[in-house]
């Protein structure tokens, strides 16, 4: 049975709770709305305390701008911003702007805010608890603002039951600060948790703030040397839009794509389009269970994109998200291909680690009568076990026919004319050992000819164009009306890229053609792919990157495998192929094709050095 009820406006208080359940999810959110508000405050030191991972305690101090008694009273009042100056949403520039962080925070808290502008005899502060709001009063404060939250969630107890345990907490609390720290790296920053320092990055020096060094070194702070080491920078501009940043080298990868952090006009973001075009720029050189680490800045002119589609502001959307996809994609593969066959130095750092120098061992035979005998070792004697001495003898010998199998070596072939220099031997029938003028290349031959015939393909695709394959039989895949659709829209585009469907009734097409090179495919598992890629990427580009994809399984079965023996010919042959190919440093999946080992380091391996 129902009852009449009277429309009525909720109490503000109540307003700025369901405000919060928006803004405030966790700890980390509200660290995050305040250090935004910090570095719109222009403060240039920020240091966040927190206690229980922000549960029970949690504060932020700036040195920034500040504010004066009658703006406190405001910057707590739901929908009061400074960042609006012409009430226009096309025109944002600040990372705040929707005036709700501040009442929302203090609506589920103890919350207190203390405040002082520059040139200002005193310090004002202000009490809000639980959405309740006192009046500003004098306090001691130096220039900036002080933020401090207690007991969050108080107000909300249902909450704080979907909060983690403290380290947890303070764990995404800090991702928070880092990926803000990363596109600031003139502001110092600072994460205090249960009094240790979980962060604490110095302001870039002024000398380094005109160019990228500054940026690379934060970013060396925060995501390790090994990147900073191993990453190529990226430039790129197209219609208004221009992308900065560091991408890692493929063999510099990760199991999760956690290590990918993303900024539109120095907001970090978690954009689906984005993180698709990364994907989608790796995905000649990377397994699909494999992640680059990149960190990729995107300055938008501020009509062309919305960052207010999402009350925490982590999404974006662009006004031509066409653009945007291609630019990435394209700055991408075109620094990666400048990169040519470089891998990264982690390999060869790793292959170094692997070596362990024996030197406590004795081929001398022991002195003695009796009948065991035994070999020094730790000061004692140990037994010889029977035939030892027979197979040091054996081991020690000349090898029969050493000097004629080095002889016919081509000696007469310069290491130091290639820079992966001269094949010497093939080891166990799978790694061709070269000799360069500055150490030892070991090559994956699998790996090498793996890439190396996948480049081949890519080259005949774009040259001849895509050709297609009549099905005999065609096949009728079911994809749901929304997949279909989706398809049906890009027949046209598809066409071109060798796959011809139609529809065929409610929910599912028809495929008539594929593209030739992909032979015997799996056609209802490719079909379903594209309808979600297309889904979540929205163009054609797809297709042509799931036929690279099949070109690398393609190069994969095809290729050099490993236990077949080559001859010196056929292994400088590979050696000169993939100096002149684009990305031979790694194979299909990200894995090196090669380690290079460096004289320097051979020799301290020795004691030589």
Not at 7 to 33: C, D, F, H, Q, Y
Request: hydrophobic share 40%; proline share 5%.
């Amino acid at each position: 049975m129902s009852a009449t009820r009277t429309l009525r406006r909720l109490p503000s208080t109540l307003v700025n709770r369901i405000a919060a359940g928006e803004v405030v999810e966790r700890p980390a959110s509200a660290v995050k709305e305040l250090v935004e508000n910090a570095l719109d405050a222009g403060a240039r030191r920020i240091a966040v305390i927190l206690k229980e991972g922000g549960r029970t305690f949690l504060s932020v101090v700036d040195d920034g701008v500040g504010m004066s008694a009658d703006e406190l009273r405001l910057a707590v009042e739901r929908h009061c911003t400074s960042k609006l100056p012409d009430d226009d949403l096309t025109d944002i520039r600040t990372l705040g702007f929707r005036g709700e962080a501040l009442p929302s925070i203090a609506s589920v808290s103890r919350f207190t805010i203390t405040s002082r502008p520059a040139g200002a005899d005193t310090a004002w502060s202000l009490e809000i608890d639980g959405g309740a709001k006192g009046e500003p009063r004098p306090a001691a404060h130096p220039q900036g603002t002080r933020v401090e939250v207690r007991e969050l969630f108080f107000a909300t107890p249902a909450r704080l039951k979907f909060l983690k345990e403290p380290r947890t907490e303070s764990g995404h609390v800090a991702d928070a600060m880092r990926r803000l720290a990363m596109a600031h790296p003139e502001v110092a920053f600072r994460l205090e948790s249960e009094e240790r320092a979980l962060i604490d990055l110095a302001a870039a020096k002024p000398s380094l703030l005109s160019g990228d060094a500054a940026r690379l070194e934060r970013l060396a702070a925060i995501m390790g040397r090994e990147f900073a080491d191993n990453a190529v920078a990226i430039d790129a501009n197209r219609e208004g839009f221009r992308l900065t940043g560091f991408a890692g080298l493929p063999t510099l990868n990760r199991p999760t794509g956690q290590h990918q952090y993303l900024f539109v006009n120095g907001r970090p973001v978690r954009d689906k389009l984005l993180a698709g075009a990364v994907r989608g720029a790796y995905q000649d050189f990377l397994a699909r269970d494999r992640h680059p680490m990149v960190a990729l800045f995107l300055e938008a002119p501020t009509e062309m994109v919305d960052v207010n589609v999402h009350p925490a502001k982590t999404e974006v959307r662009f006004r031509d998200a066409g653009i945007v996809r291609g630019m990435i994609v394209g700055a991408l593969r075109t620094a990666l291909s400048a990169a040519g066959h470089r891998a990264s130095t982690t390999v060869s750092d790793a292959a170094l680690g692997a070596f362990r120098p024996h030197t406590g061992f004795s081929t001398s035979l022991p002195m003695g009568g009796g009948g065991g005998g035994g070999y020094r070792n730790g000061g004692g004697y140990a037994s010889v076990p029977r035939g030892l001495a027979e197979a040091a003898m054996q081991f020690m010998a000349p090898l029969d026919g050493l000097s004629a199998r080095v002889e016919e070596q081509p000696a007469n072939i310069a290491p130091g004319n290639y820079p992966l220099g001269v094949a010497r031997a093939q080891l166990h029938e799978t790694y061709i050992v070269a000799q360069t003028d500055q150490g030892v290349v070991i090559v994956d031959q699998h790996a090498a000819h793996e890439r190396l015939v996948h480049e081949r393909l890519k080259t005949q695709l774009e040259s001849e164009g895509v050709k297609r394959q009549a099905l005999l039989l065609p096949e009728v895949v079911e994809i749901g009306e929304d997949g279909a659709r989706r398809l049906t829209q890009r027949a046209a585009e598809l066409a071109d890229m060798g796959l011809v469907l139609e529809p065929f009734g409610l929910g599912a097409v028809v495929v008539r053609e594929t593209p030739a090179v992909l032979g015997e495919l799996d056609i209802q598992g490719l079909v379903r792919d594209l309808a979600d890629e297309l889904s979540e990427m929205g163009d054609h580009l797809s297709l042509k990157e799931k036929v690279e994809e099949v070109c690398g399984t393609l190069a994969c079965h095809t290729s050099v495998r490993a236990g077949r023996r080559l001859t010196v010919e056929e292994m400088n042959a590979l050696l000169r192929q993939m100096e002149a190919t684009p990305h031979s440093g790694q194979c299909n999946h990200g894995r090196p094709t090669y380690v290079e080992l460096k004289l320097a380091d051979i020799e301290r391996l020795f004691g030589r050095r």
